[in-house]
C-alpha cells in the first residue's frame, strides 16, 4: 500500500501514464490545450467591420427590390390624377343637381307644404265628425245635456245647424245693462251690420245670459224687451249666480254647439274691448288644426285661505298649500275650437266645476290631446299699452285691466280705449277669413 502511494505520487510529478511524452509536465500540456481552444474559438467569429458590409449590402438589395417591384411614378401619378378626377365628377354633380333643379327643389318643397296642411285638416275633419257622432249617439237617448232641442216652427224636427267661422258669446249679468250700451257703442256693430257681419264673414256675436230664480220676473221682462230691441241676446237654461260662472260656460258652449256650427267658440267679459278683425285673423291661423285652446295662459296661486276673492275651498286637491294651479287661459276671454266645445256639450253632466270658472275650463282639457295656444295679444292692457303697440302695427285683439280683470270704470273709459287701440270700423270687414 505504501509502495503504491509513492508510485502514484511519482506518476503525478513525472506524467508517466497520463499519455505525457518524456519531457512534458502536466502544466505545460494545459497551457498548450487551453491555447488551441481560444484559437478555434477566435478562427470560428467575423469582424465587426464585415458584419457592418453585410449590413449595408442587405440593405441596397432591399432597396433595388422594392423599386422594381413597387415604385412606379407613372402608376401613381395616374392613380392620383384618376382620384382627382373622380373627386372632381361627384363635386360637380352635387353643386350642379340643385342649380339644375332648383325650380324641382321649390316644387317639392311646396307639395311637402300642401300635403303637411291637407294632413292637418284631415286630422280635424277626422276629430270633428268623431265629435258629431258622439253628439249624435248622445242626442238618439236623451236631449242634448240635458238642453230641449230645438224644433222648426212647423215640428218637422230638430233645425239645422247654422254654420259659421266663429260664435262669439259675450258673458253678461242682469245688472250690466250699461255695459252692454258701452260695448254696443263702440267694437260691436249694430242693427243690419250684425246680421251682414253673420252673413259675409261668418261671425256672429252674442251677449249671453241665463234667467232670474223666479223665471218671467222683472229681470227675465227687462232682458226680453232689451233682445226685441237689438237682437243680440243668446238666453241660457241656467239660473243666474256670481258663482255659478263655471256652470254657466258649460251651458254656454253646449247651446251654442246646438244652434251654430262653427270653427271656433269664444268666451268673452262684457268688460273687455274687442278687435273683431284681429280676433278672427288670429283664428283663422289655426283653422285647420283640431283641439285648439287659445287665450293667455297663467298659473295663478291656489288661494286656501277663506274670506279672499278668487279663494278655491277645494284647494287640497292641488297638492300642498302654496301650489299653483295648471296652465290655464285667462277668462276675460278666451277661444276652443269645435271639436273642444262639442266635448264640453257631451260630457257637460260629469265635468267637475271648480270655484274659478277659467280654471274649471282648464281641468276639462287635462288628459285630451289639446294644443295650448299662449296668445298675448289677447290679454293687453289698456292705454298707453295697448295704444303704443297699435302704433307700432300690433293691433291687439283684446285690451283690460289686469288689476280690475277687465276695463277698469269699463262704462266710462271703454269709448277712450275704443279710440285710441281700435283697428278701425273697417277692418273686420277686410279681413281674409
Sequence with gaps: MVLGERQGQTDKKTGLGLGLLPGESLEW???????KMRGRSSGGSFSPKLIVLLCVASFCIGMLFTNRMWS????????????KRELQVVSQDCEDKPKVENGESRDIMGEVAKTHQAIQSLDKTISS?????????TAK?????????LEKPDGQGSEVRQKAFVVIGINTAFSSRKRRDSVRETWLPQGSKLKQLEEKKGIVIRFVIGHSVTPGGILDRAIDSEDAQHHDFLRLEHVEGYHELSAKTKTYF???????????YVKVDDDVHVNLGMLATTLARYR??????????????????????????????????????????????????KDLATYISINSQILHRYANEDVSLGSWFIGLDVEHIDERSMCCGTPP??????????????????TCSGICKSVERLKE????????DGAVWNTLI
Excluded at 76 to 81: Q, R
Excluded at 295 to 300: E, I, L, V
Aim: aromatic fraction near 12%; charge should be negative; include cysteine.
Design 129 to 137: 265628425l268623431e265629435m258629431e257622432l258622439a253628439v249624435a249617439r
Design 417 to 424: 280705449v275704443h279710440r285710441t287701440c281700435s283697428e278701425g
Design 385 to 402: 299699452d295697448c295704444e303704443w303697440k297699435a302704433q307700432a302695427g300690433n293691433v291687439c285683439v283684446a285690451s283690460f285691466d289686469w
Design 72 to 83: 412606379n411614378p407613372d402608376t401613381y401619378d395616374d392613380i392620383d390624377l384618376t382620384h
Design 288 to 337: 285647420s288644426k283640431p283641439r285648439i285652446y287659445i287665450g293667455c295662459m297663467k298659473s295663478g296661486p291656489v288661494l286656501a285661505q277663506k274670506g279672499v276673492k278668487y279663494h278655491e275651498p277645494e284647494y287640497w286637491k292641488f297638492g300642498e298649500e302654496g301650489n299653483r294651479y295648471f296652465r290655464h287661459a285667462t277668462g276675460q276671454i278666451y277661444a276652443i275650437s
Design 141 to 149: 237617448s236623451a236631449n242634448l245635456n240635458g238642453l230641449p232641442v
Design 29 to 35: 500540456r494545459s497551457e498548450e490545450n487551453e491555447k
Design 254 to 264: 253646449s247651446t251654442a254647439v246646438a244652434k251654430w256650427d262653427a270653427d271656433f
